[in-house]
């Protein structure tokens, strides 16, 4: 129940930062694509294969995910990196 409840707060995290800082635009940018991400970086579970193809398609809005201070533990996190690592997207210095 926990980790369901976590995983929901990263959703909405990303959700309300995707829509709120610059950077790439927020049409761009769907950070509930990441949502298939939050077992891996919550818990460091391997990703799945939708969440490499989506991590991918996101990566231009990492930085720009990561700037609210109140979420940028979950996207800084080793677990995030290990994510990143896994499926072969470098990890984006901002």
């Known amino acids: 129940m926990a980790k369901a409840a976590a995983a929901m707060l990263v959703a909405v995290a990303l959700v309300?930062?995707?829509?709120?800082?610059?950077?790439?635009?927020?049409?761009?940018?769907?950070?509930?694509?990441?949502?298939?991400?939050?077992?891996?970086i919550i818990s460091g579970a391997a990703p799945q294969a939708s969440c490499c193809s989506n991590?991918?398609?996101?990566?231009?809005?990492?930085?720009?995910?990561a700037r609210n201070p109140a979420y940028s533990?979950?996207?800084?996190?080793?677990n995030a990196r290990s994510t990143l690592a896994a499926c072969g997207v470098a990890v984006p210095r901002c």
């Open 73 to 78: 533990r979950y996207i800084n996190s080793p």
């Open 16 to 40: 309300v930062v995707a829509m709120s800082a610059g950077g790439a635009s927020a049409q761009q940018c769907n950070a509930g694509q990441l949502t298939v991400c939050a077992p891996a």
């Open 55 to 65: 991590l991918r398609a996101q990566r231009g809005c990492f930085c720009q995910f």
